[in-house]
């Protein structure tokens, strides 16, 4: 998907779901030198297929759409076509999301608050094999390193701790002990750094491990 003439335009698509964002994102994409909207796509499933019949240069993609997220769109897009170059561009830079995004095969993370001029800069390098993030979500990054991850199953406990549940409720949904539940809660509570499930729920939602639909 490189390009025969040096001086052929970027090929962009742009998946998002909402219609205000993807038409304010190509028309500024249309108006940097060098580069054109060629397809668009409003969901993960739309975002598969639209790549197949165009095989743009650089996909910018979001990462919160309905039915199918933008994470598992580039896994599935990139199963077929490793060298294909996505770039996640989101409303948030929670280090969980970026992990995610980075883990299914995206080559860069950015957020739509960005300038253009730097969200330009950004499919340029990719486009020519650059992998790099912007300092700030290099950062976000490098926090969640430094945090002891979570595991699937204290996941599911922080779910339900922020939908309200108690530990009586959180064990029957999870079919484990009560004791369970409140082991799980004293490694989570040490993991976040947190003193109680209000501190907790509060740190599983700006660090992106648990979201609020």
Known sequence: MSHEESNAPIRVMIADDHPSMRMGLVALINQQPGMTVIAEASDGEEAIE?????????TLMDLRMPEMGGAEAILAIRKKFPEAKIIVLSTYDWDEDIHRALQSGAASY???DMPIEDIAETVKLVNEGDTSLPQSVAKRLELRSQRDQITERERDVLEALIKGRSNKEIASSLSISEETVKSHLKTLFAKLRVRDRTEAAIA??????????
């Open 204 to 213: 599983a939602i700006r660090h992106g491990i648990v979201h609020l639909d």
């Open 50 to 58: 639209v790549f197949e019949d165009t095989l743009p240069d650089v």
């Open 110 to 112: 950015l957020l739509k």
